[in-house]
T-cell receptor, first 113, second 114 residues
Framework: GAGVSQSPSNKVTEKGKDVELRCDPISGHTALYWYRQRLGQGLEFLIYFQGNSAPDKSGLPSDRFSAERTGESVSTLTIQRTQQEDSAVYLC???????????FGSGTRLTVV | AQSVAQPEDQVNVAEGNPLTVKCTYSVSGNPYLFWYVQYPNRGLQFLLKYITGDNLVKGSYGFEAEFNKSQTSFHLKKPSALVSDSALYFCAVRPNQAGTALIFGKGTTLSVSS
């Protein structure tokens, strides 16, 4: 597609529920990244995909967080048993492997109540 | 640990005045450096990057940044600020290693008054 698409744009969930966030990267971009942006804070790295594998998942904050990517395309970030501290904007970005900048999606704003 | 610091949470300038948003970094090797801008309720947009070559790089919307290796800095500048430049600015660094993600600073809010 023309840009990185994320869905849903907004998600309100009850504490303890599971949520899935979706990212559709730019076609042909083999690298995909997830970041989290809490209110008033910077971007926190979560996980990086090269193709369908994740060579760096060091930023996932707990085992409640997981992500997968299929077909070197769509990625899903899953948060199990959501907590209030999970409330944030979750940003996805993609890039070509040897290209240095990212293209970001508009993010999913997750609110856990 | 590799990191990026943006020492100012907020920068206030008057329209027409020059602006500087500061960034320093700590990474091993020769870094790739970036600036991104985030307008309210919108995603991050790429402004400019330094990979190699001339230390002064020019980017979108009249912004430029100067790479200073000895001071490990990459400050964002613009000669004449516009009210429409008001936004959140992020400095980011990518260690010169294949397969590494960008490390972002905490962001600096730029407020340009008319």
């Amino acid at each position: 597609g023309a840009g990185v698409s994320q869905s849903p744009s907004n998600k309100v969930t009850e504490k303890g529920k599971d949520v899935e966030l979706r990212c559709d990267p730019i076609s042909g971009h083999t690298a995909l990244y997830w970041y989290r942006q809490r209110l008033g804070q910077g971007l926190e790295f979560l996980i990086y995909f090269q193709g369908n594998s994740a060579p760096d998942k060091s930023g996932l904050p707990s085992d409640r967080f997981s992500a997968e990517r299929t077909g070197e395309s769509v990625s899903t970030l899953t948060i199990q048993r959501t907590q209030q501290e999970d409330s944030a904007v979750y940003l996805c970005a993609s890039s070509l492997p040897l290209l240095y900048g990212y293209t970001f999606g508009s993010g999913t704003r997750l609110t856990v109540v | 640990a590799q990191s990026v610091a943006q020492p100012e949470d907020q920068v206030n300038v008057a329209e027409g005045n020059p602006l500087t948003v500061k960034c320093t970094y700590s990474v091993s090797g020769n870094p790739y450096l970036f600036w991104y801008v985030q307008y309210p309720n919108r995603g991050l947009q790429f402004l400019l990057k330094y990979i190699t070559g001339d230390n002064l790089v020019k980017g979108s919307y009249g912004f430029e940044a100067e790479f200073n290796k000895s001071q490990t800095s990459f400050h964002l500048k613009k000669p004449s600020a516009l009210v429409s430049d008001s936004a959140l600015y992020f400095c980011a660094v990518r260690p010169n290693q294949a397969g590494t993600a960008l490390i972002f600073g905490k962001g600096t809010t730029l407020s340009v008054s008319s």
